[in-house]
């Protein structure tokens, strides 16, 4: 059974940075098409950004330039540099490996505010 535990997350202001990562137990990490998800209060879920086993990645217009998703395989771990971070990517985080059904981390809380 794959899980999926992400960290990273935090207070940040406007502006500013944050890394998160997520690493999965279990499974064959290389071969899995992963993403990042995020869910505001109040909204539904939605998808951030996506990293195919080959390295491939699609990016949502909201984050695009300013949030980066890379992998390493070799420590069954995916990352998300996001910079530039507003008020409105003020979320819980979720990674997700794109298998039926999507496995899904519990997600890491980030907040962006002054």
């Known amino acids: 059974q794959v899980q999926l535990v992400e960290s990273g997350g935090g207070l940040v202001q406007p502006g500013g940075s944050l890394r998160l990562s997520c690493v999965a137990s279990g499974g064959l990490f290389y071969i899995y098409d992963l993403a990042w998800y995020r869910q505001a209060p109040g909204k539904e879920r939605e998808w951030v950004v996506f990293i195919g086993a080959d390295g491939t990645t699609s990016y949502a217009d909201s984050v695009k330039g300013r949030f980066t998703i890379s992998r390493d395989n070799a420590k069954n771990t995916v990352f998300l540099q996001m910079n530039s971070l507003k008020p409105e990517d003020t979320a819980l985080y979720y990674c997700?490996?794109?298998?039926?059904?999507?496995?899904w981390g519990q997600g890491t809380q980030v907040t962006v505010s002054s």
């Open positions: 997700s490996i794109h298998l039926d059904p999507i496995i």
